[in-house]
């Protein structure tokens, strides 16, 4: 059983287009997040949601839109991509109230804009 | 803000060999500290983790004591093996939310 899923695993498209990418969580976690890691291997954190509510936002595009339709769930919309969002897109969950911030990974979601 | 620095890589030894990561952190208080493995292709997996100053984290023959001092977090090895070869990330956080985490070091280890 998969814990954090995410799909798709790849994604090409090209500049302008719309897409989506959706994440899942079987841990029976109530926070989740999105990080974008770059061709350099940093990753950033993007948003994060607790209990279908954003918590985190950080200073991102706003093309970019989390939706999250109930815990188990975080979707990324990003709208009009340019060629800088390609990179890999990780879904990440954790357990409210375990302060010591163990993060669950998915296996990412590579993007590339053409 | 609260953040972590970890030395450059990539960092290429031989198998059998000692291995240290120095990872350093910045923070307004007394964050729990940890350090990632990304194996290529895949997603980020917990190696170790310390919530406290002296805790030492350990797991597969990977070590790192909480030091707080030197604000310091450094990954130790005695005897890589090929199969370490991966991304190591140190990471911290404060809220118990989200993590910050440095910028990776690569590790190759050669037969």
């Known amino acids: 059983d998969t814990a954090v899923s995410q799909t798709p695993k790849y994604l090409v498209t090209q500049m302008g287009n719309d897409k989506s990418i959706k994440c899942e969580q079987n841990?029976?976690?109530?926070?989740m997040y999105w990080y974008k890691q770059d061709s350099k291997k940093f990753l950033k954190i993007m948003f994060s949601y607790n209990n279908k509510e954003l918590i985190i936002n950080e200073t991102v595009p706003n093309r970019f839109s989390p939706k999250s339709p109930d815990k188990a769930h975080l979707n990324l919309h990003i709208n009009s991509l340019e060629l800088g969002d390609s990179a890999v897109y990780f879904c990440a969950s954790s357990r409210t109230g375990d302060y010591t911030g163990e993060l669950f990974f998915g296996e990412g979601s590579r993007l590339t804009v053409l | 803000g609260d953040s972590v620095t970890q030395m450059e890589g990539p960092v290429t030894l031989s198998e059998e060999a000692f291995l240290t990561i120095n990872c350093t952190y910045t923070?307004?208080?007394?964050?729990?500290l940890f350090w990632y493995v990304q194996y290529p292709g895949e997603g980020l997996q917990l190696l170790l983790k310390a919530t406290k100053a002296d805790d030492k984290g350990s797991n597969k023959g990977f070590e790192a004591t909480y030091r707080k001092e030197t604000t310091s977090f450094h990954l130790e090895k005695g005897s890589v093996q090929v199969s370490d070869s991966a991304v190591y990330f140190c990471?911290?956080?404060?809220?118990?939310?989200?993590?910050?985490f440095g910028k990776g070091t690569s590790l190759l280890v050669t037969p």
């Open positions: 990471a911290l956080t404060l809220s118990g939310y989200a993590l910050n």
């Open positions: 923070a307004t208080g007394y964050p729990s």
């Open positions: 841990l029976g976690h109530d926070t």
